[in-house]
């Protein structure tokens, strides 16, 4: 029995390793794309002589399905299966969508006045041609530097202004560093050398000298040998579910409690949670149909040269090679976790493995759902669902966590972590003072743009814009968007209060009027409501997107860096639902003009009453750089929740038990 045992599990490792496909098993129309169909996409663009070796992929994903099939999909049901890709093929790039079932080509268009994001291949791709430049051998040489074997120079999309030299080209401006005898290169970047390529011709257009700054000589490691004594925690807490999770996955869709929603880890976005439903009662209620980050921004604060075009959209520009990056098991995600693997495309599009993706966890952190102390006191004890993922863009690491709560709400946050990004200084240390009125200007302290945060090493202010489209489904497809203004009421002479405060809704009918800013001064309440369910005692069943801890863009109307990430013009954006319009900054943010995205689609003010609408909600945070911050940075959260609002007739949580 036991050799029969091993020979079956011998024959299914074997048949797994010769078909690595076997487990795969495409179950609802938004899997990712399996392992097989990358290749098919090949496969047909091959046979279509659209792709050859110097072929290059910026991203290949799934082609979804239009979403009144996917709510009305059912198992057994048919369904569209496309995949979408854009090609490069030398300086052209072509978008293409492929049939996956009948092998064919649905379209195959030349991409117009736009730039795919950045090939992996790219970023190292000029380094041998800058460091051959004669006008770079001299300006590293004036910095005393002239053997460049450890000298490592990285191309990167520069923020683009609109000048003649960026018009209609592939521009990169690249930044160099010395990556010798050190793990932590971020603080060796070699300051104000800056050279201009443009990468389609392979050349450099020019070398950009600001100046000589000595190279700072901090060592700035933070793995535990550099760190010498490592702190005892003593009495570890063991997490531990010996019945297993309290969760089930089928493929890609998960069960917990009352929730049920699909996950997926996508190339560009990362993680994207669809079809989100709530089980009540007899009922399996619509909440959600898709929800994902769906662009970054990251402008830096410093007017130099080499600071100024650091103005990042991490998403649309950085995500090749996946935007979701593995999960550390044992620290990134509680023993506990589940992992799901993901598949992204390689720079040639072959499908490449991205090992724990994401990452699936209960958690219970000793909080109540709800309470109440009295003669028959009564407490629930509250226990969540995690899906997380994390990002790595350049020095930055995020994490993205979609937190599910038995009261039927769902929190979403983000953590910044990472490195943060410094320059040298001739200064070594800050000489703070307060600001006086004494007469004339004082002079510009070395930290006028960032702060000390070792010696010699300043880390530049700059700012994070998180964007979420967020498509609800409130009961339904057909919704409408409510603000409840609270506001202040004057009581009569004869009332011995003053005043109060009471709800002014208003019901914001266009895209124009649904433009908005959290004002803690000005609250309002920001609702979703269904134009066809009520709950017991006549309400609208909405749900409520409900703002954390956020900033406001501080940059001018007129700065061009903010005219290109639009979406950080506003708060909160309303939307009707279209296919096509995914992203907050546009399809394609890399290199691009200003007013894309947002701006651009609202720009017909379509009417949000009683339709099929979608959220863009933005998070933001400036960040001036803390002491505490560096070698690298404690995890900073921020957050909104999602909550049902007269969605239910009672506390959905009444039923946990004690």
Same mark, same amino acid.
């Given at each position: ?15 797994y390793?010769?078909?690595?496909l ?48 996917? &709510? ?23 978008? =293409? ?16 006045? !736009? ?9 190292? !791709? ?19 530097? =002239? ?46 050398? =800056? ?6 011709a392979?050349?450099?257009i ?76 007899a ?15 990251v402008?830096?604060?410093d ?22 990056k593995?999960l ?13 693997d993901?598949?992204? !495309? ?26 109440? @102390? ?29 937190t ?28 703070e ?25 300043i ?12 498509? @609800?489904?409130?009961?339904g497809?057909?919704n ?45 309440l ?46 909160? &954006? ?38 099929d ?43 946990l038990?004690?």
């Open positions: 029995m036991k050799i029969r045992i091993l020979l079956v599990g011998f024959c299914l490792a074997f048949a390793a010769a078909n690595p076997a487990a795969q098993k495409i179950e609802h129309p938004l899997d990712s794309l399996t392992f097989q169909e990358y290749w098919t996409v090949l496969e047909v663009l091959r046979d279509a002589g659209h792709v050859n070796e110097e072929t290059r992929f910026s991203i290949v994903n799934l082609h979804e399905p239009p979403k009144d099939l996917v &709510w009305a999909w059912s198992p057994g049901r048919d369904y569209p299966r496309e995949a979408f890709a854009l090609v490069r093929q030398g300086e052209d790039t072509f978008e =293409t969508v492929v049939d996956l079932k009948e092998r064919g080509v649905v379209s195959w268009k030349k991409l117009e006045g !736009a730039q795919p994001n950045w090939l992996r291949e790219e970023f190292r !791709a000029m380094d041998k041609e800058v460091k051959k430049n004669p006008d770079f051998i001299t300006a590293m040489k004036k910095r005393g530097i =002239t053997d460049f074997t450890f000298i490592g120079c990285s191309a990167e999309p520069p923020g683009y202004f609109g000048g003649e030299e960026e018009r209609g080209k592939r521009i990169a401006h690249v930044q160099c560093r010395d990556e010798s005898g050190v793990r932590n290169t971020w603080a060796r970047e070699i300051p104000g050398l =800056t050279a201009i390529v443009d990468m389609n392979k050349k450099v020019r070398i950009v000298d600001e100046g000589v700054t000595s190279l700072a000589k901090t060592v700035a490691e933070y793995d535990p040998a550099s760190i010498g004594t490592v702190r005892e925690v003593r009495s570890p807490i063991r997490i531990d579910q010996p019945l297993g999770p309290g969760f089930q996955i089928q493929g890609h869709m998960v069960d917990w409690q009352k929730w049920r929603f699909h996950v997926r880890a996508d190339q560009r976005v990362g993680t994207i949670i669809s079809t989100l439903t709530y089980n009540d009662g009922r399996r209620r619509p909440i959600m149909y898709e929800g994902y980050l769906s662009e970054m921004f402008p830096y604060m007017p130099s040269f080499d600071w100024r075009r650091r103005n990042f959209f991490d998403s649309g520009e950085y995500n090749s090679g996946g935007f979701a593995p550390l098991r044992g620290t990134d995600c509680p023993e506990n976790a589940i992992y799901l993901g598949l992204i !495309a390689t720079d040639q599009g072959r499908p490449k493995t991205v090992a724990n993706a994401l990452c699936l966890f209960e958690r219970e952190a000793g909080d109540m759902a709800w309470r109440h @102390l009295s003669d028959d006191p009564e407490s629930r004890k509250k226990r969540d669902l995690v899906v997380r993922s994390t990002a790595v863009i350049g020095n930055y690491d995020y994490v993205f966590d979609w599910f709560q038995q009261d039927g709400s769902i929190r979403v946050s983000v953590g910044a972590t990472g490195i943060a990004e410094v320059k040298s200084s001739a200064v070594a240390n800050a000489d003072r307060p600001l006086t009125g004494g007469s004339g200007p004082a002079p510009e302290p070395a930290d006028a743009y960032g702060r000390f945060v070792d010696q010699n090493l880390a530049i202010n700059h700012d994070h814009y998180f964007s979420f489209r967020i498509d @609800l489904d409130v009961d497809l057909v409408s968007f409510l603000a409840d203004h609270l506001v202040t009421r004057t009581l009569p002479p004869d009332n011995p209060r003053r005043s109060i405060w009471v709800r002014e809704p208003i019901l914001l009918r266009t895209e124009s009027e649904a433009m908005l800013h959290a004002d803690m001064q000005h609250p309002a920001w609702r979703v409501t269904s134009a066809t369910a009520k709950n017991h005692v006549g309400y609208p069943t909405s749900y409520q997107l409900m703002p954390g801890m956020s900033s406001s863009t501080l940059l001018t109307p007129d700065d061009y860096a903010r005219r290109r990430a639009g979406f950080i013009d506003h708060d909160l &954006w309303v939307t009707p639902y279209r296919y096509e319009e995914r992203y907050a900054a546009g399809d394609y943010p890399t290199l691009s003009t200003a007013g894309q995205g947002l701006p651009a689609w609202t720009k017909a003010n379509r009417r949000i009453e009683q339709t609408i979608v959220l863009w909600y933005t998070i933001g945070m400036h960040h001036m750089v803390r002491a505490e911050d560096w070698p690298v940075m404690p995890v900073l959260w921020h957050s909104f929740e999602l909550r049902p609002f007269d969605f239910f007739d009672r506390n959905p949580a009444l039923d038990p004690r």
